[in-house]
Structures are given as C-alpha cells and as structure tokens.
Nanobody, 128 residues
Framework: QVQLVESGGGLVQAGGSLKLSCAAS????????MGWFRQAPGKEREFVGV????????YHTDSVKGRFTISRDDARNTVYLQMNALKPEDTAVYYC?????????????????????WGQGTQVTVSS
C-alpha cells in the first residue's frame, strides 16, 4: 500500500522560507512522478509542481516559478518542496502526490486526477 507522509509545514513571515518533505513507502519510488499541490480554504486544489521519475524534468506553475523548487532523493524515497520568498497568498494545505510513469513518453502530469496516491497534507501559513 502506497503511503505518502508530508512534513515541514508551519507558520512563517512573508519573505521567509520553508522546506517541505514527503516520504514515500509501498512503491518503487523511481517509477513515479512526484507532484505537489496546495489547497487554500474555499478554493480548488491547485497544482504547484512536479518532478518526473527520472528527475530530468520539473515543472512549476507560474505563480511559484523562481520561488519554489522541487527536488527528490531516490535513495531516501523522498521528494522536497523548497519554498522561498513566501507570500501570504501561498497559505494553504500542501499535499504531495504520486503518479506512476509507465513510459518515458507519457505526458507530464499536472491534474489531480492524474495522481493515484496522496499524502494527508501539511499546513503552511504565511503571515503578512
């Protein structure tokens, strides 16, 4: 059974940084694209970014480009989200998600329905 466990959330002032971690178990980690999503109160779940199984491609949504960076450590079965220059509008519950990559030519997933496994989420609150 796939299990994803996020950690690293908390309260930070605007302009500060946080690094989220997502530890995966119950899967062959190197075969999965790993993504991050967030959901603010009263809003839809929003795609933040994804790193492909090979680690060769990352994609971040426009609102976080230049501020957030996804990385992965395959030896630790862990994906990270480094968040810098945080803004109050980044306040949300952050979720990591896993999508099985069957072929290298498959498109890079970015929609929630493309990911089959989810963590429980970690709260990030940015104060102004």
């Amino acid at each position: 059974q796939v299990q994803l466990v996020e950690s690293g959330g908390g309260l930070v002032q605007a302009g500060g940084s946080l690094k989220l971690s997502c530890a995966a178990s119950g899967l062959t980690f190197t075969r999965y694209d790993m993504g991050w999503f967030r959901q603010a109160p009263g809003k839809e779940r929003e795609f933040v970014g994804v790193m492909t199984s090979s680690g060769g491609t990352t994609y971040h949504t426009d609102s976080v480009k230049g501020r957030f960076t996804i990385s992965r450590d395959d030896a630790r079965n862990t994906v990270y989200l480094q968040m810098n220059a945080l803004k109050p509008e980044d306040t949300a519950v952050y979720y990591c998600a896993a999508a099985r990559r069957y072929y290298s030519a498959n498109p890079i997933p970015s929609k929630p329905e493309s990911f089959g496994s989810w963590g429980q989420g970690t709260q990030v609150t940015v104060s102004s």
